[in-house]
């Protein structure tokens, strides 16, 4: 069957990949775009456009989640605007027999743990102390699922790191480490792990929840966690170097004070719902099935510019 999906954040990593598998299943897929650039990417895909903008134009953003069945919020913006925003879709959605999908991320429970190991992980219904960067995030998930109450399909997806042809993930930013230091970096221990997806797994998953999702459901999507160390291990054997631990402070200077928060915390999840009420399992399994990726070698060049931190 056939749908009309507004997407918001279309042009990014995520959005992007969502857009290009809809438009694939036949589905017609409209997304947001905040400029020129990212208008003419979506079109070069095949994707109707709309020019718009969460700050200055919230009134046409509305219209068109008004006017599509699906709309699917996969937007990057600083956390304290999301509950506002959130709550002005799901409102001008209520009662009009639409889906709503917000696209979460496990970071809502990341640990800080200095680059160590944590025993705990997460399913859909276990309860969590919120990484408090991450409390806005978390109440707007609050507002997506009530909004279901209120005559809206509206449900949450929250995957780990997401990683597949052209992502920024963890790979990438221990090859750019190697620019910047002549050895592929990993935080304290390098235990600290992120469970992770593939991008065309995630894409499938809501496809699914589109299709057979529960309103007000919250679903993960986990296929597999790696350690840090092994993957800067991975790294330093193609590139023929050595691996280094860094402090938190080094970390910042390597990594970005935000990308050092990340590579040092543990964020493990569990899918059970996922499974069991959609049907979903992943097929892509290995991250480190990334390594040796040319445009992953590229970022370890001192001389290229894309070897300075993102």
């Known amino acids: 069957m056939s749908r009309k999906i507004f997407i ?14 809809f ?27 709309m020019r718009g903008d969460l700050d200055a134009d919230m009134a046409s953003v509305l219209a068109a989640a008004q006017s599509a069945d699906v709309t699917v919020y996969a937007a990057q913006v600083a956390f304290e ?25 496990s970071g809502v429970f990341m640990q800080r743990t200095g680059g160590g190991w944590s025993p705990d992980s997460f399913a859909e219904d276990d309860p969590f102390v919120p990484e408090p960067l991450a409390g806005p995030r978390v109440e707007a998930e609050g507002i997506v699922r009530a909004a279901a109450e209120h005559g809206l399909r509206s449900m949450v997806i929250r995957p ?41 797994d995630l894409a499938r998953l809501f496809s699914l ?14 296929a597999g966690e790696i350690p840090n ?12 170097v050595k691996t280094r631990s860094l402090t938190m402070d080094e970390a910042a200077e390597v990594f970005g004070s ?13 899918d059970p719902r996922t499974r069991t009420e959609l049907g979903w399992k992943p097929t892509q399994l290995d991250l480190l099935s990334e390594i040796g990726e040319p445009r992953l070698r590229a970022l370890a060049d001192p001389q290229s510019n894309q070897g300075a931190n993102p």
């Open 23 to 49: 438009v694939a299943e036949g589905h017609q897929v409209l997304g947001l775009a905040r400029s020129d650039r990212a208008q003419f990417s979506l079109k070069a895909a095949g994707i109707e456009t």
């Open 229 to 240: 160390r092994w993957i800067a291990e991975a790294v330093a054997r193609d590139l023929g």
């Open 160 to 200: 780990p790191v997401i990683w597949g042809p052209g992502d920024n993930g963890p790979v990438a930013s221990v090859y750019r480490s190697v620019a910047l230091t002549g050895a592929a970096g990993y935080i304290g221990s390098g235990l600290a792990a992120y469970s992770n997806v593939h991008s065309a």
């Open 8 to 21: 918001i954040g279309a042009s990014g990593f995520v959005g992007g990949t969502l857009s290009r598998h």
């Open 258 to 270: 935000f990308g050092a928060l990340l590579q040092s915390a543990c964020s493990r999840s569990r």
């Open 81 to 105: 605007r999301e509950p506002a925003i959130i709550r002005m879709l799901c409102q001008a959605l209520a009662g009009r027999g639409k889906a709503f999908i917000f696209l979460s991320g």
């Open 209 to 222: 929840a589109i299709e057979r999702g529960r309103a007000g459901a919250l679903y993960h999507a986990v």
